[in-house]
Nanobody, 117 residues
Framework: QVQLVESGGGLVQPGGSLRLSCVAS????????MSWYRQAPGNQQRELVA????????NYADSVKGRFTISRDNAKNTVYLQMNSLKPEDTAVYYC??????????WGQGTQVTVSS
């Protein structure tokens, strides 16, 4: 069982920045594939925002490329999502997900990001 705890959400003006953090339990964090998803108001599905594998390979949704950066600190069991140039359409609940051993999915509880003036 892996527990994930997100933090760093909040209210920010358009053009602003936020950094989300997700701390994972477990002794093999460096082997987890970690992702950030988001679920916008009124949407029933979660959208993949960014993913980082056990090495340094990363993937991004087209809508956030050049604005968001995912990174990880294996010594702190933490994955980050640096979000710059935020837009109102980035408003969503952001979730952290871990894939363990290539097949077990674990989710955090989510953190709200609101981009509004």
């Amino acid at each position: 069982q892996v527990q994930l705890v997100e933090s760093g959400g909040g209210l920010v003006q358009p053009g602003g920045s936020l950094r989300l953090s997700c701390v994972a339990s477990g002794s093999r964090f460096s082997t987890y594939a970690m992702s950030w998803y988001r679920q916008a108001p009124g949407n029933q599905q979660r959208e993949l925002v960014a993913r980082i594998f056990s090495g340094t390979n990363t993937n991004y949704a087209d809508s956030v490329k050049g604005r968001f950066t995912i990174s990880r600190d294996n010594a702190k069991n933490t994955v980050y999502l640096q979000m710059n140039s935020l837009k109102p359409e980035d408003t969503a609940v952001y979730y952290c997900k871990a894939i363990v051993s290539g097949k077990y999915d674990y989710w955090g509880q989510g953190t709200q990001v609101t981009v509004s003036s």
